[in-house]
């Protein structure tokens, strides 16, 4: 079977919009896409009075280098967001297909789904917020196009082993594509499941530049699968889904010397990780820290309700995760500077500001 026999029919008959971008791009006299032939004014030299090629061969060049994979296994996006939009698009029919997804877990997989007028079929975590295979696929019916896994999982931090990914990748072949969400990878001590693409055809890996290399507001998410799946979802990507200055930024941000930086800035967070859990699970009013993964604690309070109000108040907003199950006693916190973490250390001893 092939994989896109997965995918819905009308998408892969579909016939995308061909733009004059597409059509012809490296004239002397650019007279095509009715765009204006002066910069704007105050122009940095950026070219933005020129439409932008759908998928830069300069980020996807080097995106492919990043992530150790050809560059037809790459599609870049505004977010992984879009990744997973473009996913229930293209393999999801409205009012008949189905996702899975392990709450608790991160929330823009249902909204997605429910967009697309697709059932969420949720199999809990366990206890301790590890993945249960088994009760994974044991779950499974012919609806469900999509399984996915989070990995490290946003609320709870935990890593989803590399045994697992294949376990599942190898036992959903023919049935289902895994989307691995890999958003917080950089901070754990797993590698990522991308060296994985080439032996699993319905292996999806979702990797973003908005967390370890600090790009959260120029929206760039990147899509890894086979050549084949990108294709397809590259019909459905817009004409000119990426904006240029944020693909420069992009670029100075993953040059050889931004890539240094990146890893350096990841070993800090690592570290203030470590400092600020041991310094947390001795916090008046601490139940627990759970053991993160990523680049956020999760944490456990006698009254949540409380610790979030009082942080509040001397300035430190903080993410209320008591509405997912099984946390319902607890707050996420992202590893922020070294000054701001000890500022949440003084604020839950009680010390004034
Ligand atoms: C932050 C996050 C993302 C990244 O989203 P972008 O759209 O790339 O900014 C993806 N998945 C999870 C689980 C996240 O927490």
Known sequence: MNVLD????????????????????DG???????????????????????????????LIDRLAKLYGVRREQVLAGRGSDEGIDLLMRAFCTAGRDAVLIQPPTFGMYAVAAHIQGVDVIGV????????????????????MKLVFVCTPNNPTGQRVPREQIERLARALSDRALLVADEAYIEFAD????????DAHDNLVVLRTLSKAHALAGARLGVLLASAAIVTLLRKLLP?????????????????????????????????????????LAD???????LPS?????????????????RLLDVGIVVRDVRRYPGLDDALRITIGTLEENDRVLAALAGVPE
């Open 6 to 25: 997965l995918a819905r029919s009308e998408i892969r008959a579909l016939v995308p919009y061909s733009s004059a971008r597409t059509e012809a791009r």
């Open 28 to 58: 002397a006299v650019m007279l095509n896409a009715n765009e204006s032939a002066v910069p704007p004014f105050a122009d940095d030299g950026t070219a933005v009075n020129r439409y932008p090629d759908q998928q830069p061969a300069a």
């Open 124 to 143: 809990p975590l366990r206890e301790d917020f590890t993945l249960g295979v088994d009760a994974v696929l044991a779950a499974l019916t012919p609806a």
């Open 190 to 197: 797993e590698a990522s499941a991308a060296e994985l693409i």
């Open 239 to 279: 004409p000119y889904p990426l904006p240029t200055p944020c693909v420069q930024a992009a670029l100075r941000t993953l040059s050889d010397a931004g890539i240094v930086a990146m890893r350096a800035r990841v070993a800090g967070i690592r570290a203030e990780r470590a400092r600020l859990g041991v310094a």
């Open 283 to 289: 916090a008046p009013g601490v139940r627990e820290v």
């Open 293 to 309: 993964q990523a680049n956020f604690l999760t944490v456990r309070f006698d009254d949540a309700g409380a610790v979030y109000a």
